[in-house]
């Protein structure tokens, strides 16, 4: 497969001190020996990749640097193709994918010049837009639905690069120009269930929940709109379990593998939010219930940090 990498020296990277080019001592001797010369997108800043339903403010938006073997100059402009992924398709119901369509060209004549010397753009495009660019209607964007969004570099002598051109180390984190995004369908924040909501629990290894420290660590907390703070999580046999639980006051017992802890949200609580604290080694998993018994949200392989809550199921 062809590379969309260039050879080229970029010491002036704000990531990046590079005190040479020289053959086979760089990053970039490594990544495009051999290889057709082209160009890449690299992700700057995504603005929004969540999309309200119902709210016709709501956008995708990407900030994007262009990279060639003459700082952005080959780049003539960038073509976006936007489709469709239907992932909520109910049983006897049509399945609503739709395949890309071109929906906006990006002269050179609209980049600026980043901090770098190069040339930046920024894209962004509502929910009109999105599915105006379509053949759907807004009945048929429903939660946890993705638009995918990709750009396609157009070059002055013709050549095209996209996402079929990319190597694992383009996506990667020193480059991050995977091209395709996905803008995903998410309901507005309301109200939780009150009552019972269930948290499914597993560890891969088996020997209990390792959050924040390899001896246990904290548990998923759950902070209430009134202060009040809920935890759960998998006890541990090598410390003090998921931590020092403020709600419910303990950890769920387990065999290791799976356990199913709950909290419970009272009458009239405006808002719960929910945080997991991480996963020292790469073993967690779990899924959120509301007392609905639909499940809202979920970890697997995610970094620390918010929960997203699937309010569409609540």
Do not use: H
């Amino acid at each position: 497969m062809k590379s969309s990498i260039l050879r080229f020296c970029l010491a002036g990277l704000g990531f990046l001190a590079l005190s040479s080019c020289e053959d086979g001592n760089t990053i970039f001797d490594e990544v495009v020996e051999n290889e057709e010369r082209g160009a890449i997108l690299r992700t700057i800043n995504v603005i929004s990749d969540e999309i309200p339903i119902g709210n016709d403010d709501s956008f995708f938006g990407v900030e994007l640097e262009m990279q060639d073997q003459e700082n952005g100059q080959l780049v003539q402009a960038i073509d976006v193709f936007i489709g469709f992924r239907d992932n909520t398709v109910a049983d006897g119901d049509p399945d609503l994918d739709a395949d890309e369509v071109l929906a906006a060209t990006l002269d050179a004549s609209t980049f600026t010049i980043g901090p770098f010397g190069l040339p930046r753009v920024t894209y962004e495009v509502t929910l009109p837009e999105l599915v105006a660019a379509l053949p759907i209607s807004n009945a048929d964007v429903d939660g946890s639905d993705q638009f995918t969004v990709r750009f396609e570099l157009v070059l002055v002598d013709g050549r095209r690069f996209s996402n079929d051109d990319n190597s694992g180390t383009l996506t990667g984190s020193f480059f991050r120009s995977p091209f395709l995004y996905t803008a995903t369908v998410v309901c507005p924040p309301k109200a939780p269930t009150p009552g019972v909501w269930t948290i499914n629990m597993t560890d891969s290894y088996g020997d209990g929940w390792q959050t924040t420290t390899g001896g246990g660590g904290d548990g998923i907390t759950v902070t209430l709109n009134d202060g009040t703070v809920l935890e759960v999580g998998m006890c541990s046999p090598y410390g003090s379990a998921a931590g020092t639980f403020l709600g419910d006051g303990a950890c769920t017992p387990n065999d290791g593998s799976s356990a199913t802890g709950t909290i419970t949200i009272p009458p009239g609580t405006e808002s719960a939010e929910w945080f997991f604290p991480g996963d020292f080694y790469g073993e967690i998993d779990f899924e959120i219930i509301t007392p609905n018994g639909n499940v809202v949200g979920g970890y697997q392989g995610v970094d620390a940090g918010p929960i997203t809550i699937d309010f569409c199921k609540d």
